[in-house]
């Protein structure tokens, strides 16, 4: 909690100084039965009996229950060293590192974290991060508008449904054309794609894994839109990139991914990191910073901001975005966990996950009635389908203690009757045993 020191007579000076009267008045564009309840706390309590009330308000939240959601964001372990390293104080501190001569740790750990980054996507370049999967691919797209002169996006209906919804708000008033392609039974639908691309097309968009958990190869994909001038972006999955064919390797000109699976706990909608990675030739069209190493006048190493093409620091007009870096601290949090992993541990933890996974669908599928969505492979995610509908299913079993699964019919018309299933290296063989027999009892 918080130590709040301001006094009453602070607080009227500065409802002064913006011409309102009271809190309330400050806040009184925001409509009555959304303002926050939880900061009703009675007058005339002490600051152990403010502490207790607060506790007992948090209590509220059910965050004992066996979670087997997933669909972008996934609850993985992280070494309890991360945590203790980027505690120490010099980490929060430093913020915009605007000064090289006086933010050279700062400017390091961003080099390093885009060094890591770009080596398990195997692509080329790296900027500091952006604020989430989301927003960055849709950078992602504005990179490959500004690099054809195009205004056709190609979109595959498999990827995240959240993030094409942040793509068609961010869009709304661009004059863009985004076409999207209907998946084909949760699988990416190549032929579709291929058709829609034209020589207006500046890029098609694809996820791998895909929001329904295939894991598909799109080097073919893409070698088509190349030979149509049009780029190539993919959404991944930082964790899976260490067992699965790379966007890299598959000739992508751009990928991006949520970076939170990377050591970023889960926790009520954020902190995020939107990972940004790109071929060289486009590195110029990336929003945000990049910091490079470099070496001073005496030939001793340093690291600077190498771009940083947005509005604050060039003409308007020539900015590729307004967009602003993650929470640098996220970046290190990442950059640490990764270090700590190494490439075997986070090797392990991709596989531990996918056999948990495999496990929880074969059991799945000894339940009658129940069918896996399509027989494409899967990483740690796979939908299955039931009898009944899976919201329903979700729902009961979570006065059980237990969430099964994002209910598919959520985004998809037809498939009310489907649940994405997540498996992390953090589930146990007892608890996939429970979440299973809960089910069957269902029927």
């Given at each position: 909690?918080?130590?709040?020191?301001?006094?009453?007579?602070?607080?009227?000076?500065?409802?002064?100084?913006?011409?309102?009267?009271?809190?309330?008045?400050?806040?009184?564009?925001?409509?009555?039965?959304?303002?926050?309840?939880?900061?009703?706390?009675?007058?005339?309590?002490?600051?152990?009996?403010?502490?207790?009330?607060?506790?007992?308000?948090?209590?509220?939240?059910?965050?004992?229950?066996?979670?087997?959601?997933?669909?972008?964001?996934?609850?993985?372990?992280?070494?309890?060293?991360?945590?203790?390293?980027?505690?120490?104080?010099?980490?929060?501190?430093?913020?915009?590192?605007?000064?090289?001569?006086?933010?050279?740790?700062?400017?390091?750990?961003?080099?390093?974290?885009q060094t890591a980054i770009t080596r398990l996507f195997e692509m080329e370049c790296s900027n500091a991060g952006v604020y989430d999967g989301g927003t960055a691919l849709y950078e992602a797209?504005?990179?490959?508008?500004?690099?054809?002169?195009?205004?056709?996006?190609?979109?595959?209906?498999?990827?995240?449904?959240?993030?094409?919804?942040?793509?068609?708000?961010?869009?709304?008033?661009?004059?863009?054309?985004?076409?999207?392609?209907?998946?084909?039974?949760?699988?990416?639908?190549?032929?579709?794609?291929?058709?829609?691309?034209?020589?207006?097309?500046?890029?098609?968009?694809?996820?791998?894994?895909?929001?329904?958990?295939?894991?598909?190869?799109?080097?073919?994909?893409?070698?088509?839109?190349?030979?149509?001038?049009?780029?190539?972006?993919?959404?991944?999955?930082?964790?899976?990139?260490?067992?699965?064919?790379?966007?890299?390797?598959?000739?992508?000109?751009?990928?991006?991914?949520?970076?939170?699976?990377?050591?970023?706990?889960?926790?009520?909608?954020?902190?995020?990191?939107?990972?940004?990675?790109?071929?060289?030739?486009?590195?110029?069209?990336?929003?945000?910073?990049?910091?490079?190493?470099?070496?001073?006048?005496?030939?001793?190493?340093?690291?600077?901001?190498?771009?940083?093409?947005?509005?604050?620091?060039?003409?308007?007009?020539?900015?590729?975005?307004?967009?602003?870096?993650?929470?640098?601290?996220?970046?290190?949090?990442?950059?640490?966990?990764?270090?700590?992993?190494?490439?075997?541990?986070?090797?392990?933890?991709?596989?531990?996950?996918?056999?948990?996974?495999?496990?929880?669908?074969?059991?799945?599928?000894?339940?009658?009635?129940?069918?896996?969505?399509?027989?494409?492979?899967?990483?740690?995610?796979?939908?299955?389908?039931?009898?009944?509908?899976?919201?329903?299913?979700?729902?009961?079993?979570?006065?059980?203690?237990?969430?099964?699964?994002?209910?598919?019919?959520?985004?998809?018309?037809?498939?009310?009757?489907?649940?994405?299933?997540?498996?992390?290296?953090?589930?146990?063989?007892?608890?996939?045993?429970?979440?299973?027999?809960?089910?069957?009892?269902?029927?």
């Amino acid at each position: 909690m918080p130590y709040i020191p301001h006094t009453d007579s602070e607080i009227r000076e500065m409802l002064n100084a913006v011409g309102v009267s009271s809190i309330e008045e400050l806040f009184a564009e925001i409509p009555e039965d959304m303002r926050p309840k939880s900061f009703d706390v009675p007058h005339g309590m002490t600051e152990m009996a403010v502490l207790r009330h607060m506790e007992n308000l948090a209590a509220a939240n059910d965050i004992d229950m066996v979670s087997f959601l997933g669909a972008g964001f996934y609850d993985h372990d992280s070494p309890a060293a991360a945590s203790a390293l980027i505690s120490r104080g010099e980490f929060y501190t430093a913020y915009t590192p605007y000064q090289p001569e006086s933010s050279q740790g700062t400017l390091q750990a961003i080099f390093e974290y885009q060094t890591a980054i770009t080596r398990l996507f195997e692509m080329e370049c790296s900027n500091a991060g952006v604020y989430d999967g989301g927003t960055a691919l849709y950078e992602a797209i504005m990179m490959a508008v500004r690099a054809t002169k195009r205004r056709k996006v190609v979109i595959s209906e498999a990827v995240n449904p959240i993030y094409r919804i942040v793509i068609s708000t961010y869009t709304k008033n661009l004059k863009l054309e985004l076409v999207t392609v209907p998946h084909v039974q949760g699988r990416t639908n190549f032929e579709g794609l291929v058709d829609a691309i034209d020589d207006k097309t500046a890029c098609v968009v694809v996820q791998n894994p895909n929001f329904f958990g295939c894991v598909q190869d799109f080097t073919e994909l893409f070698n088509a839109a190349k030979a149509l001038g049009a780029l190539s972006v993919m959404s991944g999955y930082p964790v899976l990139q260490s067992v699965i064919k790379t966007p890299g390797a598959m000739g992508a000109d751009i990928c991006v991914a949520e970076g939170q699976s990377l050591g970023l706990p889960l926790s009520f909608g954020g902190p995020y990191l939107g990972i940004m990675t790109c071929t060289k030739k486009l590195v110029r069209q990336m929003p945000g910073r990049i910091a490079g190493r470099t070496t001073d006048v005496d030939g001793k190493t340093g690291y600077v901001l190498t771009l940083q093409a947005r509005e604050q620091h060039i003409r308007r007009q020539k900015a590729t975005s307004n967009i602003c870096s993650n929470q640098a601290l996220c970046a290190l949090q990442t950059l640490v966990h990764l270090c700590l992993l190494g490439d075997e541990g986070l090797r392990r933890q991709a596989l531990l996950s996918m056999e948990n996974a495999q496990y929880a669908a074969a059991q799945l599928m000894e339940l009658e009635g129940v069918r896996l969505l399509n027989d494409a492979p899967f990483g740690n995610e796979f939908t299955v389908l039931f009898p009944g509908r899976g919201r329903e299913i979700c729902v009961s079993l979570m006065s059980r203690g237990i969430i099964p699964g994002f209910p598919t019919g959520r985004y998809y018309k037809g498939l009310e009757n489907g649940l994405l299933v997540c498996c992390t290296e953090k589930h146990t063989r007892a608890e996939i045993d429970e979440m299973v027999e809960l089910i069957g009892g269902l029927a």
